[in-house]
């Protein structure tokens, strides 16, 4: 069995807005995932309630500042932070701010877009 599902695409300068909005409702968040696209980063913020899985999703550029939720749920800086050390993804204001140091990493960033390969997909093979 599974929970339902929805993923909700928005825009980063809707997230705050609506995050505050998904808390009055008694929301909890979940998680946030980051994920490494060619030439941008999708974040995904999970949030549940009564096992109702709402999930709010957007990409963005290297170069863009993601606000953060901490201010609303505090939990959220401890993924803030691991996004900002693996990811090189700029947050702005979070509430408890490791600026660089959560994560001792081999390298600088380990999946940001310049440390990510990505594979081409395996050729396609004809039905017969």
Same mark, same amino acid.
């Given at each position: 069995?599974?929970?339902?599902?929805?993923? +909700?695409?928005?825009? %980063?300068?809707?997230?705050?807005?609506? +995050?505050?909005?998904?808390?009055?409702? $008694?929301? #909890?968040?979940?998680?946030?995932?980051?994920?490494?696209?060619?030439?941008?980063?999708?974040? &995904? @913020?999970?949030? =549940?309630?009564?096992?109702?899985? #709402?999930?709010?999703?957007? &990409?963005?550029?290297? =170069?863009?500042? +993601?606000?953060?939720?901490?201010?609303? @749920?505090?939990?959220?800086?401890?993924?803030?932070?691991?996004?900002? =050390?693996?990811?090189?993804? *700029?947050? *702005?204001?979070?509430? +408890?701010?490791? #600026? $660089? &140091?959560?994560? #001792? &990493?081999?390298? !600088? *960033?380990?999946? !940001?877009?310049?440390?990510? %390969?990505?594979?081409?997909?395996?050729?396609? %093979?004809? %039905?017969?």
């Amino acid at each position: 069995m599974s929970e339902p599902q929805e993923i +909700v695409p928005v825009e %980063k300068s809707d997230l705050v807005g609506i +995050v505050a909005q998904l808390f009055a409702e $008694g929301y #909890r968040l979940v998680q946030i995932g980051c994920t490494t696209l060619p030439e941008a980063y999708e974040l &995904t @913020y999970s949030f =549940d309630r009564e096992y109702r899985f #709402r999930n709010l999703r957007f &990409t963005v550029r290297p =170069d863009e500042e +993601v606000p953060s939720i901490s201010v609303i @749920y505090p939990n959220a800086f401890l993924y803030e932070n691991e996004i900002h =050390d693996l990811f090189g993804i *700029t947050i *702005t204001h979070i509430t +408890v701010d490791y #600026r $660089g &140091t959560l994560y #001792r &990493t081999a390298i !600088s *960033t380990p999946f !940001s877009i310049g440390n990510v %390969k990505f594979s081409e997909p395996p050729p396609q %093979k004809e %039905k017969g």
